[in-house]
Nanobody
Framework: VQLQASGGGSVQAGGSLRLSCAAS????????VGWHRQAPGKQRELVAS???????NYADSVKGRFTVSRDNAMNTVYLQMNSLQPEDTAVYYC????????????????WGEGTQVTVSS
């Protein structure tokens, strides 16, 4: 199983980016997925999450600006980021929680490689 995060880049303050997290491999079911970020010198933090049924949660710092969504048929989760600010600069990671594989009855968590988001003022 692999999680591939993409869509990062450099934008000016006020701009937008859309991140994608595509899960591939021997997947039976992609359950909840979270988007986390880590800025230089800071701890990794959860910014948004979405359950398989579409229930979402957001960190206070991104509420009203970020929107998480998913396409279950494509095993892909998105993070639409609007009104980006310099403090949003970080490496963004997606994490699949309790992902169920075809070849084992046990769920496991998987992290994708990060994608860099840089917001300039």
């Amino acid at each position: 199983v692999q999680l591939q995060a993409s869509g990062g880049g450099s934008v000016q303050a006020g701009g937008s980016l859309r991140l994608s997290c595509a899960a591939s491999g021997s997947i039976f079911r992609l359950n909840s997925v979270g988007w986390h970020r880590q800025a230089p010198g800071k701890q990794r933090e959860l910014v948004a999450s979405i359950t398989r049924g579409g229930n979402t949660n957001y960190a206070d710092s991104v509420k009203g600006r970020f929107t998480v969504s998913r396409d279950n048929a494509m095993n892909t989760v998105y993070l639409q980021m609007n009104s980006l600010q310099p403090e949003d600069t970080a490496v963004y990671y997606c994490k699949a929680e309790n992902l169920l594989r075809l070849d084992t009855p046990y769920g496991a968590d998987y992290w994708g490689e990060g994608t860099q988001v840089t917001v300039s003022s």
